[in-house]
């Protein structure tokens, strides 16, 4: 079946311009997480969506985060006034229901978006 | 909040050889789990295995395995007989307290097989 895909897969944007990055998770998939990787923080947790549930926010590194997942599927991370360190490779990821042998639901990755501010 | 460390840079090995990647891991959950993806050039992240903390006996995925020792709070991955397509970016990872738990991501490994 098809995987996590994003749009776009590279991005590349001047610095104060606000950009929207959009992640279509594994159908069938309740929970959507958002990273960021970048040479200097590594992996980081940005949000992630469970079902109807309010999302966890807590890893936005600042206001000019957001993100919104509309009708329990499609998801866009938008970013305001970007800044040159917003430059990173932002990847998504879906898990499915709780079930199976295993108490944690392995995460399907896409294959990011690649943003880049000058 | 957890926390993993992946204290190996990069490594090399022969093809053919076995190698292992160290990870230690320091969470307050008493129900957790350890994972491994592998990121090749290509950036996609792949799944490779999973542990469990209750689970007994070791995870093993084909020419993957991992040493779990609870006690030292590590879960390190073993490869087996490597191949030229091992030579990736390998993070261990470990959620929160949910099911659906975010991931918390070591620094990485870059692991190079050498014909």
């Known amino acids: 079946g098809a995987g996590v895909s994003q749009s776009p897969s590279n991005k590349v944007t001047e610095k104060g311009k606000d950009v929207e990055l959009r992640c279509d998770p594994i159908s069938g998939h309740t929970a959507l997480y958002w990273y960021r990787q970048s040479l200097g923080q590594g992996l980081e947790f940005l949000i992630y969506f469970q079902g109807n549930s309010a999302p966890d926010k807590s890893g936005l590194p600042s206001d000019r985060f957001s993100a919104e997942r509309t009708g329990g599927s499609v998801s866009t991370l938008t970013i305001q006034r970007t800044q040159q360190e917003d430059s990173a490779v932002y990847l998504c990821a879906s898990s499915a229901p709780g079930g199976g042998d295993s108490p944690y639901n392995e995460q399907f990755f896409g294959p990011g978006t690649r943003l880049t501010v000058l | 909040a957890q926390k993993i460390t992946q204290t190996q840079p990069g490594m090399f090995v022969q093809e053919k050889e076995a190698v292992t990647l160290d990870c230690t891991y320091d969470?307050?959950?008493?129900?957790?789990?350890l994972f491994w993806y592998k990121q090749p050039s290509s950036g996609e992240m792949i799944f490779l295995i999973y542990?469990?903390?209750?689970?007994?006996q070791n995870a093993t995925e084909g020419r993957y395995s991992l040493n779990f020792q609870k006690a030292r709070k590590s879960a390190n991955l073993v490869i087996s007989a490597s191949q030229l397509g091992d030579s990736a970016m390998y993070f261990c990872?470990?959620?929160?307290?949910?099911?659906?738990?975010?991931?918390?991501f070591g620094q990485g490994t870059i692991l190079t097989v050498h014909p």
């Open positions: 969470t307050s959950d008493q129900s957790y789990g």
């Open positions: 990872a470990t959620p929160s307290g949910t099911s659906y738990g975010k991931l918390t």
């Open positions: 542990q469990g903390s209750y689970d007994e």
